[in-house]
């Protein structure tokens, strides 16, 4: 019988995929193929955005998402909840679609996923389930608590909302750790369940919200004295209190090891939301250093490019770099790529027009670009990815070995003379070519703004004096309570000529350097609070009145 009949309907395909507790690393590789391949993608709202960044740029994502009107109260944010997503699954699969239902946690663990394959199976719906880290693992292991301790300890799970009187009485009548499910209006109720139950009210516990997030927060109490830590934290009564958490209970569950464990949630910038005054790609290594360290990033782009006010000289170089006026053609950023291969394609050239050139790129971004071009940089920096780093690499003039003795340069109208002077000494001439004009950039959001003026930054990263200009000039001057961090002598002496004074100051002139100081910084400042005996805070959560002043 063809398959392909009215009465055989062509059936898509279902991927169950866990997405993990929150953190975006922690997605598996399996998980971003199945992404990738994707027709539509159905998430829960806790983890879309997750997932949405590995999905392909036109991927279907149905609206599954509704304001849940009946739980909300007055003050309280709208709350997102699933709309009949097993029909949405099912509708998009009769067409023929892969699917995937990405889901918070672990598939088989987390939710009600098994009701949707049981859906799919009485169709006759092919599906898969890829695992996902279960946020009642993988939400312990990031709070510093693990739930073995090598002498064969049992593990039970438990879900507060669903569990009965019975579960209750068997995991309290044990010494069994326990990790519970439940919300952070819920816990102490939790507790008094366990106490009742039979365990000793001096029961270690720990309860930790947003895991795995950098919103994450982690408490260390007893079952009989979670109450009075949670109110001495502020935390109940609170309109968030319904805030999901993994609470873990047990003698043996290394909650009294917290401290030495908690490697998480002790990141020198953890929690930190940091200002990186760049674009999306220029900042991309940058940002991924700085999420090492625990901090939130946020790009704000302070200029803008546009092309040069005199094409000539960049419509000459392109000749000559076809017919051969060049050995070197050198790369220090990815606008010079992009004005490069823009002028490429107004001539009718590809990157076949690099043939015999030798191509050199400042950094991986740089380089990415370029490969993106169809061009592999035959120079990348070893070291310090900058116009120095690729000076200390780049070789010098041979007459026997270079045919051809000068360089081709194209950069920014602003950019220094580093890489010049440079090249010179080493022997080379240098066509020193502007391919594009930085400008200011427009004005960010106003809740950007907002943030950058009201102190809702805890850093600033400013890698040149035109940075600092240009962000004071969109944006306004950063609070008095944000930690303001330079790359340099003449970045601080800017950045001190508009009112703000210098926390840290980069040992060398370079962004990753910058980073790592600030990363000392944010050590120095939370061992200091440890040893005084107060709370860990982040620079934001404290607002003086007035501004900042430069020193004197």
Request: net charge negative; hydrophobic share 40%; proline share 8%.
């Amino acid at each position: 019988m063809n398959p392909t009949a009215p009465n055989h309907p062509v059936h898509g395909h279902v991927t169950f995929l866990g997405a993990g507790p929150g953190d975006p690393g922690l997605l598996t590789l399996r998980a971003v193929e199945a992404l990738a391949a994707a027709d539509v993608l159905i998430a829960d709202p806790q983890v879309l955005d997750v997932v949405r960044a590995h999905a392909r740029a036109h991927v279907d994502m149905p609206a599954q998402t509704v304001t849940d009107e009946s739980s909300k109260t007055v003050g309280t944010p709208e709350v997102p909840v699933l709309r009949d997503t097993a029909n949405l699954v099912m509708t998009a699969a009769r067409g023929g679609k892969r699917v995937v239902r990405a889901v918070l946690g672990d598939p088989g663990l987390d939710g009600n996923a098994g009701d949707e394959m049981l859906a799919c199976a009485t169709e006759g719906i092919t599906f898969e389930v890829v695992p996902g880290v279960a946020t009642a693992v993988g939400v312990p292991a990031y709070a510093g608590v693990p739930l073995r301790d090598g002498k064969g300890a049992d593990v039970r799970f438990v879900d507060a909302r669903t569990a009965s009187a019975t579960c209750w009485s068997e995991v309290g009548a044990s010494e069994v750790t326990a990790v519970v499910s439940t919300t952070l209006d819920s816990v102490v109720a939790a507790a008094g369940e366990l106490v009742s139950a039979g365990r000793r009210p001096d029961t270690p516990l720990t309860v930790t919200v947003a895991g795995t997030t950098t919103r994450q927060r982690t408490w260390t109490a007893t079952l009989g004295t979670i109450a009075q830590v949670l109110k001495a934290a502020k935390v109940l009564p609170s309109p968030d209190g319904g805030q999901p958490v993994i609470a873990v209970v047990g003698e043996r569950s290394a909650a009294a090891q917290r401290d030495q464990l908690s490697w998480f949630e002790s990141k020198p910038l953890f929690g930190w939301n940091v200002l990186v005054p760049r674009t999306k790609e220029q900042a991309a290594s940058l940002s991924d250093q700085l999420r090492s360290y625990g901090a939130v990033p946020s790009e704000v782009p302070t200029i803008a490019v546009e092309p040069p006010r005199t094409p000539q000289q960049m419509e000459r170089a392109v000749k000559g770099l076809v017919t051969g006026r060049y050995e070197w053609i050198a790369f220090t950023s990815v606008n010079a790529v992009k004005a490069v291969r823009e002028k490429f394609e107004e001539y009718g050239l590809d990157a076949r027009a690099f043939a015999g050139i030798k191509v050199a790129a400042v950094g991986e971004q740089t380089a990415k670009s370029l490969v993106e071009f169809g061009v592999k940089p035959d120079l990348v920096p070893s070291g310090e990815q900058s116009a120095a780093g690729l000076l200390e690499d780049w070789p010098p003039y041979d007459p026997v070995f270079d045919p051809i003795d000068r360089v081709f340069l194209p950069r920014a109208d602003i950019a220094t003379e580093t890489l010049v002077a440079g090249l010179i000494e080493l022997g080379w001439e240098v066509d020193d070519v502007t391919a594009y004009r930085t400008v200011r950039a427009s004005p960010p959001p106003a809740e950007t703004r907002e943030a950058i003026k009201g102190g809702g930054f805890d850093a600033v990263l400013f890698t040149s004096s035109s940075t600092v200009r240009n962000l004071v000039g969109i944006a306004g001057k950063p609070h008095n309570v944000t930690v303001i961090a330079c790359i340099g002598p003449a970045t601080a002496k800017t950045a001190e000529e508009h009112g703000l004074r210098v926390d840290v100051l980069s040992p060398e002139p370079s962004v990753h350097k910058l980073a790592e100081a600030l990363a000392d910084f944010g050590a120095a400042r939370r061992d200091a609070a440890l040893e005084a005996g107060d709370p860990v805070t982040r620079p934001s959560e404290r607002r003086p009145g007035s501004r900042r002043r430069a020193r004197s």
